[in-house]
């Protein structure tokens, strides 16, 4: 039988195991990135493991979540950030030189190689052919050092494309048509490859833009075969060496079938506050709109920003509606400033942003009280733009522009009627992607040999090793769908704590019950209660790490989101599954109790415990393989990987 792209690519990179549905597998891993966030602890740990030196081909830190110094904890974040890069080997990029993901497939995704990244879009260069997963920090720490990631092998799912996009569809309606087909739950657990006549119609960045928004249907990740797209993009890049060809064999099976055929596609939209949300434009056309925001690392290339710019060329933005540009790079920045496309967005009214994170995690930008913002990006999570009470749609930069110029919602397809010459601008890369290199550092170049850290750097908190009496309250139930942006919220006031556990820990679940954090501590040990798809969103470590110095000792879901999970595990946090007539039955302030002895029981391997809740039995579920029982019974795994490498001399 022939094999899926992933398969080889997984063949290629396997260690240990066997590509069957559903078994754990480790593969080896070419390169890691990291930024800012999630990067301070992925060095503290790698110091606390004592470790010298970057093990992988490349190893990147980049600056883009909390670029903006407005005291010294940003700044003596990145100046410790760029000592560690330095110091162990790695790329520093500075901040303010691009997102993560942006700066990464421009300099260094490449077909063929895996790419382990502390940030859940990770799997961006998937468009490129590079097999990219998103993981939590620590997951990062360890491949760095040259260990083998482990996974169970998700089904493969394909996706196969037909026909050709029409005027005005793109990239982004084809990863929204999946979202309202899939939901946020339907990739969970699945990689997307996708297959078919459509993939040669679209460029390498459109890919990048669907792949990128895998990361919304819970897919572990998605993946473009290779062909000559691919190879002219790498070459725009000054990398086209980089090119391997990698195709699915003709006789391959897959575990599913979706089929999307791209000339049935029409502008679409994500309504708020979730990215399934989605129906067309034109059924939410006319809602007056009071903000436009273009960028992110879904929609920030210079191939998704020359088309508002043409879009805007030689007109006016609405005077009701703040426009806002905000380039994934500075490279895309210095590439349209220099080919003047700054000066036209300027001069139709937009307002031109550093290339940054910022909006997308409610920095700067944060919309008024109960108004309209679209954006271009890939969430519009309730409260993730900074306010409570905000609607923010997704869509399209074409839509996104379309909705600058006439000041509420439209569909392009009907303004280019009203307006007579608006044009589909269509998808066109430059020659060349040529902006200077000097926000990035590589190890050759590196400034410092020593880690450097300032007063907002504190200790990784340890747990202690898992016991046998497990108990405590229920200390908040939560509803389905609780994101990790509920249970550390990303936004600036909080997120500069991120070196700071005990610091940060006090913002725990706050956006849930703000008396939680205090609650929680004075309890010293608890449970938390949920519903479905628990942690779903971003891969940020500090979701379980606070809760886990907090004293949380497990969480009670009907199902967990893949990273988080598995940050649970590293942290130390036994993470049950109930089914829902458990969950109905337990109340918050409850007594919760397993009942077996909890080490014993999950080193030895059993599935089902007994958990007690107010003198009454249940059962619960604990689905894991060997290797995260270990990491949970040794409290999670910066001490199991410290005891492995003692047991090894
Ligand atoms: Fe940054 Fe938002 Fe992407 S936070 S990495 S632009 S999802």
Known sequence: MG?????????DHLVEGELETGEEIGIEIDQVLTQDTTG??????????????????IAAQYCDHQTYQFDFKNTDDHRFLRSAAGTYGAHFSRPGNGICHNVHRENFAAPGKTLLGSDSHTPTPGGLGELAIGAGGIDVTVAMGGAPYYIEMPEIVEVRLEGELPEWATAKD???ELLRRLSVKGGVGKILEYTGPGVETLTAPERMTITNMGTELGATTSIFPTDEQTEDYLERVGRGDEYVEIQPDDDAEYDDEIVVDLADLEPLIAQPSMPDNVVPVSEVAGEDVQQVIVGSCTNGGYEDILPVAKMLEGRETS???ETIVAPGSKQASEMLAREGWVAEMMAAGVNFSEATCGACIGIGHVPASDSVSLRTFNRNFEGRSGIEDDNVYLCSPEVAAAAAIKGEIVD????????????????ELPDEYDGSKTDLISPDEA???????GPNIGDVPLKDQLGDDVAGEALLKMEDNITTDHIIPATQDILMYRSNVPKLSEFTLSRVDDTFAERALEADGGFL??????GQGSSREHAALCPMYLGIEGVLAQSFARIHRANLFNFGIVPLTIDEDTYENIDQGDEIEIVDDVYDAVTSGQEEFTVRVNGDEYTATLDASERERDILAAGGKLAWTKDQAEESG
């Open 319 to 321: 005077m009701e509606t």
């Open 529 to 534: 209660v949920a519903g479905e798809n628990y």
């Open 412 to 427: 392009p397809r009907d303004l280019a009627e009203e307006l007579g010459d608006l044009e589909d601008p269509g998808v």
């Open 174 to 176: 084809v990863i929204l």
């Open 447 to 453: 400034v410092d040999d020593e880690l450097i850290k």
């Open 40 to 57: 301070t602890m992925v060095w503290l740990q790698f110091e606390a493991m004592g470790l010298d030196e970057v093990q992988t081909e």
């Open 3 to 11: 094999q899926t792209l992933t398969e080889k690519i997984l063949d």
